[in-house]
């Protein structure tokens, strides 16, 4: 398992590096579209929309949200940096309302599980991550900043695999994912400071103490991220969103920490400017 899982992740990386690099922005944006219909699709399961039907209806919604929010960000054939982040600003509201949630299980379910909230959610969730990953990209050295941001997440993920594995004793979550731990999401926080000085080494003029106030919050708005989709998940009675991805179950089980992590580091970067 854990052999098929450095597998895919290492075909995961490379293709998402290769694809960032040798394409030009907006095609990049394009080919994230095609990943977050996936996602959508899956979301659509979460929401228990069982019909192909309804499924496909979904899409075409989120396809057309999506349509709209460019069109909007990209009506002057420049990007609008101000609207991307006021985008960015509200989901990290919507995302605090979704931390309540996720300590309030299962009784917070009431509020957000049925099917029209459900479907709501995942427009808004799905269509913010991309306008987040577009204000990234048009940002000034905007490839890199991207790497970053989902440098990042991976290692919050990884930090607490592998201290999760090692150390983990007290659980983080036991209602929702009894397997993640207070031990584990510190790992993931300690990967951070040593990517932190890695930053500060490679690029000596970079202020420590805003690179620190955009990297930790981030790291653990992508824990939060996680949380989430393993609640929606434990809902639904799935262990994975899908089984498209091997040993990592499907593209929102990877997206999962992205979708809250990248409003919140649109929104700092852009507050702090580190670089």
Not at 150 to 170: K, Q, S, T
């Amino acid at each position: 398992m854990l052999r098929q899982r450095l597998i895919t992740a290492v075909i995961l990386a490379v293709a998402f590096g290769s694809m960032l690099m040798l394409m030009s922005p907006q095609w990049f944006l394009y080919f994230m579209v095609l990943a977050v219909l996936v996602a959508g699709w899956e979301w659509a399961d979460l929401a228990r929309l069982k019909s192909n039907a309804g499924k496909i209806g979904f899409l075409c919604t989120l396809l057309v949200v999506l349509a709209s929010v460019n069109y909007l960000l990209e009506a002057q054939n420049v990007f609008n940096q101000q609207l991307g982040y006021q985008i960015s600003a509200y989901i990290i509201v919507l995302w605090a309302i979704i931390f309540l949630w996720i300590q309030g299980y299962p009784s917070s379910a009431v509020l957000w599980a049925s099917k029209p909230i459900m479907m709501l959610l995942g427009l808004i969730l799905l269509v913010s991550t991309w306008v987040a990953l577009a204000a990234i990209l048009h940002q000034e050295n905007g490839r890199w900043l991207l790497l970053f941001a989902i440098a990042i997440v991976v290692l919050a993920d990884v930090g607490g695999y592998i201290a999760g594995n090692l150390f983990g004793r007290h659980k983080l979550a036991p209602v929702i994912s009894p397997g993640k731990t207070w031990e584990g999401m510190l790992g993931g926080l300690a990967l951070q400071l040593l990517l932190i000085f890695v930053v500060k080494t490679l690029f000596p003029s970079t202020n420590v103490f805003d690179l620190f106030l955009l990297v930790i919050p981030v790291a653990l708005c992508s824990v939060i991220g996680d949380l989430f989709e393993s609640m929606l998940k434990r809902h639904r009675g799935l262990k994975d969103s899908s089984s498209l991805l091997p040993g990592h179950g499907g593209v929102l089980d990877r997206l999962d920490g992205i979708m809250a992590a990248m409003p919140m580091f649109v929104v700092v970067l852009i507050e702090t400017r580190p670089f």
